[in-house]
C-alpha cells in the first residue's frame, strides 16, 4: 500500500541543476548563494553534494577521498563513485524532483568523466555505459563548469583548508589539475545544451550574477516573463 511511487521521467517536475570544475573553482560557494536566490523566490530547492548526499554515500565518501579506493585503479574508483550516485539519485534527488523541487547538486556525473575517465584514461565507452546504468534520463537540465586556472584554484583550496590534510584529489600535480580544466571544459564543449563555461576568476558576486542569468533565461522563462 505504500510502495513508493516509481519515479521516471515523466514524473519529474523539479529541475536539476549540477555544478562541475576543478578543486576550489567555487562550486560550493556558488550552490551556496544559487540555493539563496531560488529559495527567495519561494521555490523549494534542494542542495546536495557529490560524492554523498545521502548517508551510505557519505559513507562511501570518506573512503574516496581518504584515497582508501585509488590504489584499485580509476576503473574501480569510477564504479564506486557509481555506486554512491545510485543511492544519492534513489534516497534524494529523483524523489526531490518528483515533487517539483528544485535540486542543485554541488559535483555530479562530469566530475567522474573528467577526474576517472579523462584523467584516470578510461574509455568513452567504460564511462558513457557507467552513466546510462548510473544516472539514465535523469541527467541534469543545467550545468555550469567553473573555469579558472589550476593554480588559482588550488591556491583558493589551499587557503580554505587551512591546516587539514589535502584529500586524495588535492594531493595530484599540478600538470593532473590543468589536465581537469581541459577535461571540463571538453564536456561542455560537447554538451552545449546542458552545460555553461563560466569565468570564476572573478568576485563571487559577479559569478553568482551570470549564473542567476542562465537559471532565469533558460529554466525560469516562462516565471520571468511573467
Ligand atoms: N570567485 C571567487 N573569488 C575568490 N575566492 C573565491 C571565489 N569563490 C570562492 N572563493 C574562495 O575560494 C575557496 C574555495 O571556494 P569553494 O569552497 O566554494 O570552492 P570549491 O570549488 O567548492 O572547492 P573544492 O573543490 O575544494 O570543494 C573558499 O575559501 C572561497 O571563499
Ligand atoms: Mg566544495
Given at each position: 500500500m505504500n510502495a513508493p511511487m516509481p519515479v521516471?521521467?515523466?514524473?519529474?517536475a523539479g529541475r536539476f541543476i549540477t555544478f562541475?570544475?576543478?578543486?576550489?573553482a567555487g562550486k560550493s560557494t556558488q550552490v551556496r548563494k544559487l540555493v539563496e536566490a531560488l529559495s527567495a523566490r519561494g521555490l523549494e530547492t534542494v542542495a546536495t553534494r557529490e560524492p554523498g548526499g545521502s548517508p551510505n554515500a557519505e559513507e562511501l565518501r570518506k573512503a574516496l577521498l581518504a584515497g582508501l579506493v585509488a590504489p584499485l585503479g580509476p576503473a574501480a574508483e569510477a564504479m564506486i563513485f557509481s555506486a554512491a550516485r545510485i543511492d544519492h539519485l534513489d534516497i534524494l534527488i529523483k524523489p526531490a524532483l518528483a515533487r517539483g523541487a528544485f535540486v542543485v547538486c554541488d559535483r555530479f556525473a562530469d566530475s567522474t568523466r573528467a577526474y576517472q575517465g579523462a584523467l584516470g584514461s578510461l574509455s568513452d565507452e567504460f564511462i558513457d555505459g557507467l552513466e546510462r546504468v548510473t544516472?539514465?534520463?535523469?541527467?541534469?537540465?543545467?550545468?555550469?563548469?567553473?573555469d579558472?586556472?589550476?593554480?588559482?584554484?588550488?591556491?583558493?583550496?589551499?587557503?580554505?583548508?587551512?591546516?587539514e590534510a589535502?584529500?586524495?584529489?588535492?594531493?595530484?600535480?599540478?600538470?593532473f589539475h590543468r589536465k581537469l580544466r581541459e577535461?571540463?571544459?571538453?564536456?561542455?564543449?560537447?554538451?552545449?545544451?546542458?552545460?555553461?563555461?563560466?569565468?570564476?576568476?572573478?568576485?563571487?558576486?559577479?559569478?553568482?550574477?551570470?549564473?542567476?542569468?542562465?537559471?532565469?533565461?533558460?529554466?525560469?522563462?516562462?516565471e520571468a516573463s511573467a
Open positions: 521516471s521521467k515523466s514524473a519529474r562541475e570544475g576543478g578543486e576550489g544516472v539514465g534520463d535523469n541527467m541534469p537540465d543545467l550545468t555550469f563548469m567553473l579558472v586556472p589550476a593554480e588559482e584554484g588550488l591556491a583558493r583550496a589551499g587557503k580554505r583548508r587551512g591546516d589535502v584529500d586524495r584529489f588535492e594531493a595530484e600535480n599540478i600538470d577535461a571540463f571544459r571538453d564536456i561542455a564543449e560537447r554538451n552545449p545544451q546542458r552545460c555553461v563555461i563560466i569565468d570564476a576568476t572573478r568576485p563571487p558576486d559577479d559569478v553568482a550574477a551570470d549564473i542567476w542569468r542562465e537559471v532565469e533565461t533558460r529554466l525560469l522563462g516562462q
